[in-house]
C-alpha cells in the first residue's frame, strides 16, 4: 500500500495538469452557479407550500440523505472507471431533474426532486476531487484543491445573489429554468474539454516512478473493505478531519438554510439574504485563491484549529445582528475561518486519498458532510420551533466549537506528545 511519499512531483504534464484544473473547475463553478440560484428560494417556496420550519429542514435533509448514501459508491467506483464518463452523466441527470421543481405542487412531491436530485449530486463533487487529487504532486494538494474549493465558491457565491433577484424579478419557476440550463452548461463542457484520465500524458517524473499518478496501487484498489475504511475513519488526523469537516458543515447549513428565514425579521428581502450569503463564499473563495498554497506551507492541523474557532465564533454572533451591514461584516469574519480551515482539510483528504484510494477517500469524506448535510437542517428545524432561529446560530457555534476541542486531543496531543518522547531519547 503506497503513502503520500510515494507520489510523484508531477503526476502529469504541466500543460495538461492546468487544463484539467481549469475544464473542472469550470464546469462546476457554472454548475453551482445554478444550484446557488435555489438557495436563497427554495425556504421561502416550501414556506409556500405549507412547510413549518421542521418540514423545511426535511426538504434540505433529502438531498443530503440520497447525496451521503450514494457518494461511497460512487467515490469507490471512480476508482474503477472514467471519472469524466461519470461527472458527465452525474451533471446531465442534474439537468433533467431541475424540471421537477416546477411542477411539483405539495411539499411531499418536492422532498422527492431534492431526494432524486442528491442522487445526480453524487456523482459529481466527489468525483470532480478524485481527479483533481490524483494529478496533484506531492508538496501541491492544498493549491490544487484550493483552486477548485474557490471555483465552488464562487459558483455558490454568485448563485445565491442572482436567484434571490431573478426570484424579486421574475418568480419562482425561472430560478428553477436557470438551474437547469446552467446545469446543462456544465455537462457540455466537460464532454468537450476533459480529457479522459487513460489519455492523459505523464510527466517524466511521473514515468520514472512507474507512471502512478499518486493513486494507490492496483492491489489497494481490488482489496478495499471495511477493514480499510475502518483504518481510514479511525486514523487520528483523518478521522479528525472528517468529524472536524462534519461539524463545519452544521455552519453552512445553518447560513444557507436559516438566514433566508431569519432576515426578514429585520426586513431584509430574499435578495438581501442572497446577498449575505454570496458575500461569505465570495470572500472565501477569493481568499483561497490568493492564500490557497497555505496549506501546503504550514502544518494544517494548526491552520484547521483556528480556522474552525473563528468559524465558530461568527456563527454564535449571528443573533447580535440587527440590520444588513451587520450581517455583512460577521458573514465576512465567517470567511477569514474558511481560509485556514478548507485548503488544509482539502489537501489532507488528498493525502489519505494516496493511500485509500483518492475515489473512495473523497466519497466517504463528503458522505460524512453530506450526513452532516442530513442532520442539521431537521436538529435546526426543530431548534428553531422550539426556541427561536437566534438559538440555531448559537448552538450550532457552541457544536462546531467543541468538535474543535475533539479534533485538537484527536490529531495534535498524540503528535505533540510523540515529539516531546523523541526529544527526551536524544541524548
Known amino acids: 500500500m503506497k503513502t503520500s511519499t510515494s507520489a510523484p512531483l508531477c503526476p502529469v504534464t504541466p500543460h495538461v495538469k492546468t487544463r484539467i484544473i481549469v475544464v473542472i473547475s469550470l464546469s462546476v463553478f457554472i454548475s453551482l452557479i445554478g444550484i446557488g440560484m435555489v438557495v436563497p428560494i427554495l425556504s421561502v417556496y416550501a414556506d409556500t407550500l405549507g412547510a413549518s420550519s421542521f418540514w423545511i429542514g426535511v426538504v434540505f435533509a433529502a438531498f443530503a440523505l440520497s447525496r451521503t448514501i450514494c457518494m461511497p459508491f460512487f467515490g469507490r467506483m471512480a476508482d474503477r472507471y472514467e471519472k469524466k464518463h461519470m461527472m458527465a452523466a452525474g451533471l446531465f441527470f442534474y439537468a433533467l431533474i431541475s424540471l421537477g421543481y416546477i411542477i411539483a ?7 422527492i426532486v431534492r431526494f432524486v436530485h442528491g442522487i445526480a449530486s453524487a456523482m459529481i463533487a466527489p468525483v470532480a476531487m478524485a481527479y483533481l487529487g490524483s494529478i496533484a504532486g506531492k508538496g501541491e494538494e492544498a493549491r490544487v484543491m484550493s483552486r477548485f474549493q474557490a471555483a465552488m465558491l464562487f459558483g455558490f457565491g454568485a ?3 442572482m436567484g434571490g433577484v431573478i426570484y424579486d424579478l421574475f418568480g419562482f419557476s425561472a430560478s428553477f429554468y436557470a438551474l437547469m440550463a446552467f446545469s446543462a452548461l456544465a455537462c457540455l463542457i466537460v464532454v468537450l474539454f476533459l480529457p479522459e ?8 517524473a511521473a514515468v520514472s516512478g512507474g507512471g502512478d499518478a499518486g493513486n494507490p496501487d492496483s492491489e489497494t484498489k481490488d482489496k478495499w473493505n471495511w477493514q480499510t475504511l475502518r483504518g481510514l475513519l479511525f486514523h487520528p488526523v483523518y478521522g479528525g478531519t472528517m468529524l472536524i469537516s462534519f461539524a463545519s458543515e452544521f455552519g453552512m447549513i445553518g ?10 425579521l429585520f426586513g431584509i428581502s430574499p435578495a438581501g439574504a442572497g446577498l449575505i450569503i454570496s458575500l461569505n463564499v465570495f470572500v ?7 492564500f490557497g498554497r497555505i496549506g501546503d506551507r504550514h502544518n494544517r492541523c494548526a491552520l484547521i484549529i483556528p480556522g474552525a474557532l473563528i468559524f465558530a465564533v461568527s456563527l454564535a454572533i449571528f443573533p447580535l445582528c440587527t440590520t444588513l451591514v451587520a450581517f455583512l461584516l460577521v458573514s465576512f469574519l465567517n470567511a477569514v475561518g474558511a481560509l485556514f480551515f478548507f485548503p488544509a482539510v482539502s489537501a489532507t483528504m488528498v493525502e489519505a486519498g494516496r493511500v485509500y484510494g483518492m475515489g473512495s477517500t473523497m466519497g466517504i469524506y463528503n458522505s460524512i458532510r453530506g450526513g452532516s448535510g442530513i442532520i442539521a437542517p431537521l436538529v435546526g428545524g426543530l431548534v428553531a420551533d422550539a426556541f427561536g432561529l437566534e438559538a440555531v446560530f448559537v448552538l450550532i457555534g457552541l457544536f462546531v466549537a467543541a468538535i474543535t476541542g475533539v479534533f485538537f486531543l484527536l490529531a495534535v496531543m498524540p503528535a ?5 518522547s523523541d526529544t527526551k531519547r536524544v541524548p
Open 284 to 290: 472565501a473563495g477569493i481568499l483561497q485563491m490568493i
Open 105 to 111: 405542487p405539495t411539499v411531499f412531491l418536492l422532498t
Open 159 to 161: 448563485g445565491p445573489l
Open 197 to 204: 484520465e487513460q489519455t492523459l500524458p505523464l510527466s517524466d
Open 255 to 264: 447560513i444557507l438554510v436559516f438566514i433566508p428565514l431569519f432576515v426578514p
Open 416 to 420: 505533540y506528545r510523540h515529539r516531546r
